[in-house]
């Protein structure tokens, strides 16, 4: 049974910093490129970062670039999301999703499975 299982989100002030993550079990991890996306409320999902099946390569929305990075630990098939400088706009349900091939795709119709998603509300 293919599996994607979020973790790590919670309530965070502006300017502070949480670490999400995406265990993936029940295929070749190695193979699948894996996305993180977010969706607030009344909003569209929408891409925030990907990183490819070797975790050589990243893309990230300008909206995070120089404030979120992502990595992986095929070893213990594992995508991390470092989030820092958050802001109240950051606020929403992370998901994170895998695509098969050599690509790391910013489209969400790209991406074959999904987790079930991590909130993250930033507040004071």
């Known amino acids: 049974q293919l599996q994607l299982v979020e973790s790590g989100g919670g309530l965070v002030q502006p300017g502070g910093s949480l670490r999400l993550s995406c265990v993936g079990s029940?295929?070749?991890?190695?193979?699948?490129?894996i996305a993180w996306f977010r969706q607030a409320p009344g909003k569209e999902r929408e891409f925030v970062a990907t990183?490819?099946?070797?975790?050589?390569?990243?893309d990230y929305a300008d909206s995070v670039k120089g404030r979120f990075t992502i990595s992986r630990d095929n070893a213990k098939n594992t995508v991390y999301l470092q989030m820092n400088s958050l802001k109240p706009e950051d606020t929403a349900v992370y998901y994170c999703?895998?695509?098969?091939?050599?690509?790391?795709?910013?489209?969400?119709?790209?991406?074959?499975?999904w987790g079930q998603g991590t909130q993250v509300t930033v507040s004071s």
């Open positions: 029940g295929f070749t991890w190695d193979y699948y490129a």
């Open positions: 990183i490819s099946w070797s975790g050589g390569s990243a």
């Open positions: 999703a895998a695509h098969y091939g050599s690509t790391w795709p910013r489209s969400l119709n790209e991406y074959d499975y």
